[in-house]
């Protein structure tokens, strides 16, 4: 059994935000604060000694959390009893040499089957991981007979459709590699049930998280780039994107006094979106609107649901959990 170490951490209403230097070190003495004032509220720290942790998922068959470190290579576990521990390694890259900064897996997902699937950065794929004996099955590895940059983030929508995102971050020179890159663009894509894939989105410049509402007639797709700094919304019809995109989140905008991008995103089943950027985890209502903000003091690069009630965030080189229950704004039943 692990003995939890709790942190206090800032949650805030966005009239109560107040700007906060982007750092790995935890704040000295953060409150958790609301609009009728502050009050103090405890913030589990369940691992820590990774280097960059990200693509938490909760396994309700185990009540576990599973997360990657590609730069580690390693997809670690996590449960209340044993603590963390490495579950596979390597993750992705499995050749003697090194390939690059972030060889393994990234973002995680179970599926509606059960399954987890993962986002192999050093192999360039998306592949399902059998729980029990660890095999890795490819489920694509190239659109138009060319191979993948390196998938990121991925989710599935209810007909068992995959959207991925596939941004350069896993190449061996992730910002100017021409020598291992076969498609120019960083793309977003659709994997569907009979195996084919297709290239929905092709003008983004850094898509990187990537979600569905509740209904699954709109697509969110974060893009990490400081330029654009922007979480994007797609109509859907059938799992077909309708139209062009729209902003649906301005971080610029929203945040001027703090440069920050979303990188992992998740909706909740009332359509909020809880987007990973900055040092924490931004609550945004369906509509656009902040509606509170978890802030850990570290660079965060994702979060998860649970069913035991948490939401679980990885951030720089730990994993940490707040109740849902305790984040101002929260509508039960997120998922």
Not at 305 to 333: E, N, Q, W
Request: charged residues 20%; negative net charge.
């Amino acid at each position: 059994m692990i003995t939890p170490i709790f942190f206090l951490f800032t949650l805030s209403f966005l009239g109560n935000a107040s700007p906060l230097a982007l750092t790995d070190n935890p704040q000295p003495h953060p409150t958790v604060s609301t609009d009728s004032g502050a009050l103090q509220e405890q913030v589990e720290l369940l691992a820590s000694g990774m280097q960059w942790t990200e693509g938490p998922v909760w396994v309700n068959e185990g009540q576990y959390v599973l997360f990657s470190d590609p730069a580690l290579n390693t997809i670690y576990k996590w449960d209340p009893n044993d603590g963390h521990r490495p579950f596979i390694h390597p993750s992705g890259y499995a050749g003697p040499e090194k390939y690059s900064d972030e060889p393994g897996t990234n973002g995680l997902l179970i599926n509606l089957q059960g399954e987890l699937i993962a986002c192999d950065h050093g192999n360039r794929r998306i592949v399902t991981i059998d729980l029990a004996t660890q095999e890795k099955t490819t489920l694509v590895d190239k659109w138009d007979g060319k191979r993948f940059n390196s998938p990121n983030d991925i989710c599935q929508h209810p007909n068992g459709d995959y959207y991925f995102t596939d941004p350069p971050y896993g190449l061996p020179d992730r910002e100017k590699d021409t020598l291992n890159r076969e498609i120019v663009e960083n793309g977003v894509y659709r994997l569907k049930t009979d195996g084919t894939v297709e290239q929905v989105i092709s003008d983004l410049t850094r898509p990187n998280g990537i979600a569905l509402s509740p209904d699954a007639r709109t697509l969110y797709v974060a893009i990490s780039d400081g330029k654009q700094p922007y979480i994007m919304s797609y109509t859907l019809d059938n799992g077909q994107i309708v139209g062009d995109g729209e902003i649906y989140f301005n971080f610029k905008s929203q945040f001027p006094g703090e440069p920050m991008t979303a990188d992992g995103i998740k909706v909740d089943a009332m359509g909020n979106v809880f987007a990973a950027a900055g040092d924490g985890v931004i609550l945004i209502s369906p509509q656009g609107n902040v509606i509170s903000r978890i802030r850990t003091g570290h660079r965060t690069a994702n979060c998860a649901f649970s069913d035991d009630g948490y939401l679980y965030m990885t951030a720089t080189a730990h994993l940490f959990r707040i109740p849902l229950s305790k984040i101002p704004g929260y509508t039960p039943g997120g998922g």
